[in-house]
């Protein structure tokens, strides 16, 4: 590209900069003012971050949040974030026992987690989901009673939604924003059922230790040590001894590699828009018919 060609481009790119400006500024000169000042903390990118902010106007319009606009909801299994940091979830809780130790080890290790909780966990241990929320961990629904969701009728699928939320609501005080499905088991029904209906954010995983499977703690620790990486969703179970157990090294050992945790919510509050323009949509497994993730995963 010779000099005379880079100088016309760069002409017709800050032409079509100023024309677009006049245009926006004309149809209303606030989001203009907003467009140049925003600074949004949680939806910015911060220092150190590969996002480059530039004063165009044609630029950036791509990375600008619409603060009025509830963000739509969606099927989430990590963070687009290059932060290091990690949500660690447990599902299948409140457990009478386990729940309080695991809640004891996060306090001393200063770690906030999520929570999805049955139901009917809840009713048998309402105190121990207060706690939950009192420590300032996440708490979401996971259905009532663990059925496979696509499975079940439409009738029950609404008790199982319904109830839950009720129940974690009344409870603790905490407003229900996601929903993780038991299993991880969805299929179109049931997706647009939870994101229109009940429009509920739902939280799947990208680091499964398979915990269930009960490997023992050491096997726990080092499946999770070794998947995590920056908005990694963490998954486990707080209804198994030796996930439990598991939890010290994990947590030790993701810090003395960088990481630190948060909430699923605040995890995807860091989720940074691609910098090119989205791959088309590809037809995901979960569209299919009713899958299993992971066995008894979720
Ligand atoms: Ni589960």
Redesign the pocket.
């Given at each position: 590209m010779d000099v005379t060609r880079i100088m016309h481009c760069i002409g017709l790119r800050a032409g079509f900069s100023v024309l677009l400006v006049c245009m926006l500024a004309t149809a209303s000169a606030e989001p203009i003012m907003g467009l140049q000042t925003t600074n949004i903390p949680g939806i910015w990118p911060e220092q150190g971050d590969s996002v480059v902010l530039t004063n165009s106007v044609a630029e950036t319009p791509r990375f600008l949040p619409d603060a009025n606009k509830p963000k739509a909801k969606a099927v989430h299994n990590s963070s687009r974030t290059k932060r290091p940091v990690v949500a660690l979830t447990f599902?299948?809780g409140p457990h009478g026992v386990l729940t309080p130790k695991l809640l004891d080890i996060l306090r001393a290790e200063g770690v906030r987690a999520t929570f999805?909780v049955l139901g009917q966990n809840v009713s048998l241990y309402p105190d121990i989901a207060r706690r939950i929320v009192a420590e300032g961990h996440e708490i979401a629904s996971?259905s009532w009673s663990?059925p496979s969701l696509p499975s079940v009728s439409a009738s029950r699928f609404d008790r199982e939604m319904r109830d839950t939320t009720d129940i974690i609501e009344k409870t603790t005080g905490q407003r229900v924003t996601m929903m993780r499905p038991?299993?991880g088991a969805l299929n179109d029904r049931v997706k647009r059922a939870l994101l229109e209906d009940y429009k509920l954010d739902v939280i799947l995983w990208d680091v499964d230790p398979r915990d269930w499977r009960r490997p023992g703690p050491g096997v726990v620790t080092r499946r999770l040590v070794d998947g995590a990486h920056p908005g990694a969703i963490l998954l486990a179970?707080d209804i198994h001894s030796g996930t439990i157990a598991a939890m010290p090294d994990t947590i030790q050992q993701l810090k003395a590699k960088g990481y630190s945790f948060a909430t699923v919510g605040e995890l995807l509050a860091m989720d940074e828009p691609p910098v090119a323009p989205p791959p088309v949509p590809r037809r995901r497994k979960a569209d299919a018919p009713p899958i299993s993730v992971s066995g008894?995963g979720?």
């Open positions: 599902d299948d999805f996971h663990h038991p299993y179970h008894e979720g």
